[in-house]
């Protein structure tokens, strides 16, 4: 999430046998009318709106009170009209799919009504956490969900999720990595790790490398001056030059990287870790 206030964030740490799997919880209060503009993250979550939803125009569409958000490719103004309460659990990369009975790839694009992929459990966890005041107990109702969830996973399950860790670490490092080279990582063929690699991350990836030039871009943005070099920074970002990084950049979010300064902070969602 992009230009809220910060002090109006609380952040949560995933217990040790969730950390593999989610980086983080945060919870965010507002008594304002709230406009705000987000860019693609590249990691899905899952939200809980204690109050007003949020309205999102480019979809057209008002989150549910429980919304599974997937992977996306652009940007997008959220809005809302009046009080806002919403607590976030944000997965790594390619994990949600080891909690939800769905493939991720179901979700790109979107925010899904959680209540329409007819997951008993999951709706029972709304009903507490909406029924429940106190936050910090909120998100301890949804660690003992998530851990329940996890523990009833098959072996092979569980490997097949963690495997594509690899691949994103890889890729993290190294955006323009061949395909080739992460299915060899994954020990998988070409073919079968594209499958496998959208299944659990929600998008191809193709696509999902672009997602994370634009993120590393934005934590070079985030921790440099406003001087610094285009070039250095297309390089240091994993594009094949500046043109290739404006390109790319402006199709994400609209902007180059050079007017985003004047329009706002950089932040990268993907590579900061607030807690």
Same mark, same amino acid.
């Given at each position: 999430?992009?230009?809220?206030?910060?002090?109006?964030?609380?952040?949560?740490?995933?217990?040790?046998?969730?950390?593999?799997?989610v980086?983080?919880y945060?919870?965010?209060?507002?008594?304002?009318?709230?406009?705000?503009?987000?860019?693609?993250?590249? !990691?899905?979550?899952?939200?809980?709106?204690?109050?007003?939803?949020?309205? =999102?125009?480019e /979809? $057209?569409?008002? %989150?549910? +009170?429980?919304?599974?958000?997937?992977?996306v490719?652009?940007?997008?103004?959220?809005?809302a009209?009046?009080?806002?309460?919403?607590?976030?659990?944000?997965?790594?990369?390619?994990?949600?799919?080891?909690?939800?009975?769905?493939?991720?790839?179901?979700?790109?694009?979107?925010?899904?009504?959680?209540?329409?992929?007819?997951?008993?459990?999951?709706?029972?966890?709304?009903t507490?956490?909406?029924?429940?005041?106190?936050?910090?107990?909120?998100?301890?109702l949804?660690?003992?969900?998530?851990?329940?969830?996890?523990?009833?996973?098959?072996?092979?399950?569980?490997?097949?999720?963690?495997?594509?860790?690899?691949a994103?670490?890889?890729? !993290?490092?190294?955006?323009?990595?061949?395909?080739?080279?992460l299915?060899s =990582?994954?020990? /998988? $063929?070409?073919? %079968?790790? +594209?499958?496998?690699?959208?299944?659990?991350?929600?998008?191809?990836?193709?696509?999902?490398?672009?997602?994370?030039?634009?993120?590393?871009t934005?934590?070079?943005?985030q921790?440099?001056?406003?001087?610094?070099?285009?070039?250095?920074?297309?390089?240091?970002?994993?594009?094949?030059?500046?043109?290739?990084?404006?390109r790319?950049?402006?199709?994400?979010?609209?902007?180059?990287?050079?007017?985003?300064?004047?329009?706002?902070?950089?932040?990268?969602?993907?590579?900061?870790?607030?807690?």
């Amino acid at each position: 999430m992009c230009n809220m206030i910060q002090e109006e964030f609380k952040f949560y740490k995933p217990c040790k046998l969730l950390q593999p799997y989610v980086r983080y919880y945060w919870v965010f209060n507002s008594t304002q009318m709230l406009k705000t503009y987000t860019f693609p993250i590249g !990691c899905p979550q899952i939200i809980f709106h204690k109050r007003t939803p949020l309205f =999102i125009p480019e /979809l $057209g569409t008002t %989150q549910n +009170e429980l919304t599974i958000s997937g992977q996306v490719n652009f940007s997008s103004h959220l809005q809302a009209d009046s009080d806002v309460e919403m607590i976030v659990v944000v997965f790594y990369p390619h994990t949600m799919n080891a909690f939800l009975n769905a493939p991720a790839s179901s979700f790109y694009n979107q925010e899904i009504p959680g209540y329409d992929i007819e997951d008993k459990q999951l709706n029972e966890l709304a009903t507490q956490v909406f029924e429940c005041e106190d936050n910090n107990i909120c998100v301890n109702l949804i660690e003992e969900c998530l851990l329940s969830r996890l523990s009833m996973r098959s072996y092979d399950a569980i490997y097949r999720v963690m495997r594509m860790n690899a691949a994103i670490e890889k890729l !993290c490092i190294a955006p323009n990595t061949f395909v080739t080279d992460l299915s060899s =990582i994954c020990c /998988l $063929g070409k073919k %079968q790790f +594209e499958r496998e690699f959208c299944l659990h991350v929600g998008m191809n990836p193709k696509e999902y490398s672009r997602i994370v030039r634009f993120q590393k871009t934005l934590k070079q943005m985030q921790h440099q001056q406003r001087e610094t070099n285009q070039a250095d920074l297309a390089y240091l970002s994993g594009y094949a030059d500046q043109s290739h990084m404006i390109r790319e950049f402006k199709s994400l979010c609209g902007y180059t990287p050079l007017s985003l300064l004047e329009f706002s902070n950089p932040y990268s969602d993907l590579f900061t870790t607030p807690i």
